[in-house]
């Protein structure tokens, strides 16, 4: 299947251009959306449009068998694209930053060719195009959280999804098991304090100095209160309050993320943050908290992992599948890995020729192209060797959290 996604390269590149022109933001993947639903109709694949708000999901082989998921996300993100390439974002302010443009090309690649295999295929593939993994909407939604809710994933026993990575040579597959990114969550505090004139401080409670009380005693929870083999993140990204100098504060609104891998690791800074928060009661004033959840922990599968290391080392050679790096970002591939076996891949992207780092959610972001024909390849030989070595024994339905 590597050299079916060699001879299909041109397109590969041209559809990932064209996305790449037209950026979308979270939930607003109309025009994306249109462009897989149509090329999934020429290939003749059964789909359903309109999937979790602006998904697309489609199948090819039989619903007899088992089931293996491919999932890619579509979304953009609201950052004016730099890069000076000729197919640079046409949509002022949004760029495809994260590679997402990638990932709908890859799985629509994989798609054409798994389409021409369908008479031997010995069960079913399920096409995930889905909206919004870069944000979590007011509702507390994301598009992967949605396609579970929508009951998408029901009848899949793995899944399989990719991200490219500007970090690791294009080329190379990395690939972990177990817990690989983190569950993202985020915070809001308000410390509440009594105003009183500047040069009378006694006479009010002042909230800065108890949300400095409360920031400061907030990192020990990772480096005094979790044990040291377990991981934590607790960041406070904003701090606004008071009015003017002389002026004593009465309200301090803080946020934050919270990054953990571990069930337990995450009730426990969940829990003990607010405890943190409670100091401003004690010293006088008072506090609210709201915990958010975010995603959960991208946990890979141990067994689907090890499969998947399988088929990129023969298509791709053994010395280039690498092991990914543990990280504290998020990503809402979780929520189907979770209820099912999964796992997520890294597909290098990175030119050791190219100048500049080419972060994700960079303005300068850009990938090698080189990646697409990986990254198809990968879905769809692994998909098509699943279902050929499934044995029910062997892959019995785990959640992983
Ligand atoms: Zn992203
Ligand atoms: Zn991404």
Not at 198 to 225: E, F, P
Not at 257 to 268: C, E, G, K, L, Y
Not at 310 to 336: C, M, N
Not at 364 to 383: P, T
Request: one cysteine or more; proline letters at 5%.
């Amino acid at each position: 299947m590597l050299s079916e996604a060699q001879a299909i390269a041109p397109k590969l590149i041209e559809t990932r251009r064209t996305l790449h022109q037209w950026p979308e933001l979270s939930f607003e993947e109309y025009r994306t959306a249109a462009l897989v639903a149509h090329r999934l109709h020429d290939l003749g694949i059964p789909h359903e449009t309109e999937v979790a708000r602006t998904g697309v999901v489609g199948w090819i082989g039989n619903g007899d068998g088992p089931t293996i998921a491919l999932r890619a996300d579509m979304d953009a993100l609201p950052i004016q694209e730099e890069t000076g390439l000729p197919f640079s974002s046409q949509r002022p302010g949004v760029m495809h930053a994260c590679g997402h443009d990638a990932h709908t090309a890859m799985l629509l690649g994989a798609a054409e060719i798994l389409k021409r295999h369908e008479g031997e295929l010995r069960g079913r593939i399920q096409l995930i195009f889905q909206p919004s993994e870069e944000r979590i909407g007011v509702d507390g939604y994301s598009g992967a959280k949605l396609m579970v809710e929508e009951g998408v994933t029901a009848d899949v026993d793995v899944i399989l999804g990719l991200h490219v990575d500007p970090s690791l040579e294009v080329g190379k597959i990395g690939v972990r098991p177990g817990p690989m990114m983190a569950a993202a969550d985020r915070f809001e505090m308000e410390i509440l304090g009594q105003a009183a004139h500047g040069a009378y401080a006694y006479l009010g409670v002042d909230a800065i100095v108890l949300a400095a009380q409360v920031i400061n005693t907030a990192q020990t929870l990772v480096s005094r209160r979790i044990p040291a083999i377990h991981e934590g993140v607790v960041t406070f990204g904003t701090i606004s309050g008071g009015t003017r100098e002389n002026i004593i504060c009465d309200r301090v609104f803080l946020e934050g993320t919270v990054r953990s891998f571990d069930p337990a690791i995450r009730n426990q800074l969940q829990q003990e943050l607010e405890d943190v928060a409670a100091i401003a009661r004690h010293l006088g004033g008072d506090y609210r908290y709201r915990y958010f959840r975010g995603n959960p922990p991208v946990i890979n599968d141990g067994q689907l992992t090890g499969f998947v290391s399988r088929i990129g080392g023969q298509l791709f050679g053994v010395d280039h599948v690498v092991e990914a790096p543990k990280t504290t970002g998020g990503e809402d591939f979780s929520w189907y890995s979770c209820k099912t076996r999964g796992s997520f891949i890294r597909i290098g992207a990175h030119n050791p020729a190219w100048p500049g780092k080419h972060r994700l959610h960079t303005a300068d972001f850009q990938i090698d192209e080189e990646a697409l024909v990986v990254g198809a390849a990968l879905l769809a030989q692994s998909a098509q060797r699943w279902l050929y070595e499934y044995d029910p024994e062997h892959w019995r339905h785990v959640e992983n959290c």
